[in-house]
């Protein structure tokens, strides 16, 4: 943010806009350096994703509101809506799923304040107290903490139950083998998170914490679950639910495609952004 904003003044550049894509990390609640803030004065809009996000900005970042604009983000629904059978089929198999098992996916970067302990924590409950079921846990994404969530699924002696898939790049075909996305993040941080909406459009119940801007996009019992953050417990039965509940399940999908589709597209995004450079170069 520093450096493009410098460079413009250099360059002589009439106007100057921000989109800020966090709220900060578990170890600290402000995401901008005393540089980003000393060149708000010469900043014209700083972009939110969210209602949340915004008040996050006002109050912790201490932005100027009147320079604030929300332009929620947008997805290509066609992609998370409808994927080669062939590709999805293949995933399968390369991941040694059986026919009946309920895929349970977590896809986030590998961070503390995204909670992977809740997810190991809601597959030990699981795995226990549903014996009648046949459960696989997929946690998709790269950073630091790998081989600390590699310690906690030897201790829990999950190994064999939950599959740590690193990085990939057929985000849409994983969606489409899951039977449930789950986002169980601390309170500290949760700005738009994209894999919720992608999840959505693809057909796929979400599971989320009830932080930052997700009850912006989840209402709960309508067209996702919202469960406490970092909850083992609560994130077990909310699970529970979805694969008990099977006519309300597939009610929550139908609205949850519904909200995607009328609010979250790239279309309703990109005309945000052009109506706020049509009102700064007036």
């Known amino acids: 943010m520093f450096w493009g904003r ?3 003044l250099l360059a002589r550049v009439p106007r100057r806009v921000v989109a800020s894509h966090s709220t900060g990390r578990m170890e600290t609640r402000r995401s901008f350096t005393r540089l980003d803030r000393a060149l708000m004065r010469w900043t014209d809009a700083v972009v939110a994703l969210s209602g949340a996000h915004a008040a996050y900005l006002r109050d912790v970042e201490r932005m100027d509101p009147r320079k604030i604009v929300v332009i929620e983000n947008g997805i290509d629904t066609a992609r998370y809506e409808a994927v080669d059978r062939a590709k999805v089929e293949r995933l399968r198999a390369e991941l040694g799923l059986g026919e009946g098992d309920l895929v349970i996916s977590m896809i986030a970067a590998l961070r503390p304040e995204k909670a992977h302990e809740a997810f190991i924590g809601a597959a030990g409950i699981l795995r226990e107290r549903r ?3 046949s459960f696989k846990f997929l946690i998709v994404g790269g950073g630091p903490r790998r081989q600390a969530i590699e310690t906690l699924m030897t201790e829990a002696g999950l190994q064999k139950n939950i599959l740590l898939l690193g990085e990939r790049e057929d985000i ?5 083998i ?3 996305l789950v986002l169980p993040s601390h309170a ?3 700005t ?6 992608e999840a959505m459009a693809a057909g796929v119940p979400v599971v989320a914490s009830a932080v930052g801007s997700v009850p912006e996009i989840i209402e ?3 067209n996702g679950l919202l469960i406490p953050p970092a909850d083992p417990v609560g994130l077990s039965e909310a699970l529970c639910h979805i694969v008990d509940e099977r006519e309300t399940t597939q009610q929550m999908i139908e609205r949850a495609r519904d909200t995607v589709r009328q609010r979250f597209t790239v279309d309703r995004m990109l005309r945000g952004y052009v109506d706020l450079f049509d009102r700064l170069t007036g």
């Open 6 to 8: 410098a460079a413009s």
């Open 131 to 133: 014996r009648d079921l």
């Open 172 to 176: 849409p075909e994983v969606l489409h």
């Open 178 to 180: 899951s039977n449930a």
């Open 188 to 190: 500290a941080v949760e």
């Open 192 to 197: 738009l998170p994209l894999v919720v909406l």
């Open 220 to 222: 709960n019992r309508r």
